[in-house]
């Protein structure tokens, strides 16, 4: 399958997106992870990124575009699809992947919009703790880890994100809706756009996107 995950920061896009992948095994591409990465050995996509995420701004188009279109020909992609977690966040990123996937014959089958109110995404923000070791995302009291500070899958240790606080996140919705809110009615316009209702339990998402994506 391939399937986007569209929405505001903190709506919950990464914790569904996970549980999607272990549970059918597609491949994820989580592009904020890719740019942590890319920080942190400070190569050159992670120097060229590095403000922009620190700041809460999205990355030029044309740097992301190049490292999807390399993601997209590895060979986990060409047999079994995609599942998009931060991608596209721009009308030109998602016309770039339009292109992309009508050269190589195949098409979208599924973009899930994850609808918070933005009071909602500040509030879940402020606990998230995340494990630097594996990324596995925790909420200091939605979704605690067992061991405080350490994560259940790698005992790794949680920190916050740098964009996590509370300015940063307010520049990350900011940008969310000047560029991102309009892929909305793109996709809606294509008539693959289905709506999740993102303030509900992690559970009751769960369900509702399984559901949408016909995978009960
Ligand atoms: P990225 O890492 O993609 O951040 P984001 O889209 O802002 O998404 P988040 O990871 O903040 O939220 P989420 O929806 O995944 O929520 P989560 O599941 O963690 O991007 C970071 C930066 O990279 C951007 O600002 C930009 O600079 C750059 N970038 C990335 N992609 C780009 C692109 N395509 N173009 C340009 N720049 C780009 O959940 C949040 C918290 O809530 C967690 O603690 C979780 O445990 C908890 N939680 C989850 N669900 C629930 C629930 N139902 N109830 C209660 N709590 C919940």
Same mark, same amino acid.
């Given at each position: 399958?391939?399937?986007?995950? &569209?929405?505001?920061? #903190? ?16 491949? %994820?591409?989580?592009? /904020? ?15 060229? #990124?590095e ?6 701004? $999205? @990355?030029? !188009? ?13 060979? *986990?992609?060409?047999?079994? +699809?995609? $599942?998009? *977690? ?7 990123q998602?016309? #770039? $992947? ?6 190589? +014959?195949?098409? %979208?089958?599924? @973009? ?14 402020? /606990? ?6 594996? !990324?596995?995302?925790?909420?200091? @009291? =939605? ?5 405080? =500070?350490?994560? *259940? &899958?790698?005992?790794?240790? $949680? ?9 940063v996140?307010? =520049?990350? &919705? ?11 009615e793109?996709?809606?316009?294509? +008539?693959? %756009?289905?709506?999740? !209702? ?7 998402? %769960? ?5 949408? &994506? =016909?995978?009960?």
């Open positions: 399958m391939r399937i986007i995950f &569209l929405g505001p920061p #903190a709506a919950g896009k990464g914790t569904q997106a996970k549980m999607i992948q272990d549970r059918t095994g597609i491949p %994820l591409i989580v592009m /904020g992870d890719i740019l942590r990465a890319a920080i942190q050995k400070q190569d050159e996509i992670g120097k060229a #990124a403000t922009y995420v620190k700041t809460g701004a $999205l @990355v030029p !188009d044309d740097m992301i575009i190049k490292i999807i279109m390399r993601r997209l020909t590895e060979p *986990d992609c060409q047999q079994k +699809g995609f $599942l998009f *977690d931060g991608f596209p966040r721009t009308i030109a998602a016309e #770039a $992947l339009d292109h992309e996937m009508s050269a190589q +014959g195949t098409k %979208l089958d599924a @973009v899930l919009y994850y609808k918070i109110p933005d009071e909602v995404a500040i509030a879940r923000i402020s /606990g998230r703790r995340t494990c630097r070791k594996c !990324d596995a995302v925790y909420h200091i @009291v =939605n979704k605690p880890s067992k061991v405080p =500070n350490h994560c *259940d &899958l790698c005992q790794g240790e $949680l920190y916050q994100r740098d964009d996590d606080k509370t300015e996140m307010q =520049n990350r &919705l900011i940008a969310y809706h000047k560029k991102t809110a309009a892929l909305v793109y996709y809606q316009q294509k +008539g693959i %756009l289905g709506y999740i !209702d993102a303030s509900q339990s992690i559970e009751g998402i %769960l369900q509702e996107t399984l559901r949408t &994506l =016909n995978l009960q």
